[in-house]
């Protein structure tokens, strides 16, 4: 079964230093990877997604995510953390439903503060 | 304009009622879904639809009935609502969901507070 497992609840940084957010997956196939925002009280948007043409994955607001798939990690950063980042973060694995559909399984979500 | 939308935003209400909320989306997309967060953010995958046709129940209690009137459309009825009910519902839309890399499009949440 697919299942992703964020490893810290909550990381804090100071403006202008480096985020690092970590998620390890599990995955009895070649995945489907994403990472997911969640602003206070707003919906969630796509950060990027892992669709196998390159392991290193950029995606919105200066974020990016590589695949290691002897270390089965997924694990996003920013080289330099803004006041706006500040937020909630989804891992977010695709796993196949019924049907041959596929669902998306998330991670509890890493809490980002970002202090002056 | 708004891709996927949600109503109401809010909803408050009493044990044992019934209530609906509606979702739209105007992506042209086939696939639709409806998602729980708790309060503590965790998020799972309720139901989904792909053109009218339910795909996917994830063991949900059936006092929650979903219905899909035309694919742009996915609502939610909740019968006899109960405190555990209470959450964030999230309705979200992708292309159809056999392809494990469609992103899927989320609506800005209900909340749901029943008391």
């Known amino acids: 079964a697919q299942s992703v497992t964020q490893l810290d609840s909550h990381v804090s940084v100071s403006e202008g230093t480096p985020v690092l957010l970590r998620c390890n997956y599990s995955s009895s196939y070649s995945p489907s990877l994403f990472w997911y925002v969640q602003h206070p009280n707003k919906g969630l948007q796509l950060l990027l997604k892992?669709?196998?043409?390159?392991?290193l994955v950029k995606g919105i607001n200066g974020f990016e995510a590589e695949f290691k798939k002897s270390e089965t990690s997924f694990h996003l950063t920013k080289p330099s953390a803004h006041m706006s980042d500040a937020a909630e973060y989804f891992c977010v694995v695709s796993a196949r439903g019924g049907g041959g559909y596929n669902k998306l399984i998330f991670g509890a979500g890493t809490r980002l503060a970002v202090h002056p | 304009d708004t891709a996927v939308s949600q109503t109401p935003k809010y909803l408050v209400t009493q044990m044992g009622n019934d209530k609906s909320i509606k979702c739209e989306q105007n992506?042209?997309?086939?696939?639709m879904y409806w998602y729980k967060q708790d309060s503590k953010k965790f998020l799972k995958i309720m139901f989904s639809y792909n053109n009218k046709e339910l795909i996917i129940n994830e063991t949900v209690p059936n006092r929650f009935s979903p219905k899909s009137p035309d694919k742009a459309h996915l609502n939610l009825h909740i019968n006899s609502l109960e405190l555990g009910d209470s959450a964030v519902y999230f309705c979200a839309s992708s292309q159809a969901g056999t392809s494990g890399y469609n992103e899927q499009f989320f609506g800005p949440g209900t909340r749901l507070t029943v008391l």
């Open positions: 992506l042209g997309h086939d696939t």
């Open positions: 892992y669709t196998s043409a390159a392991t």
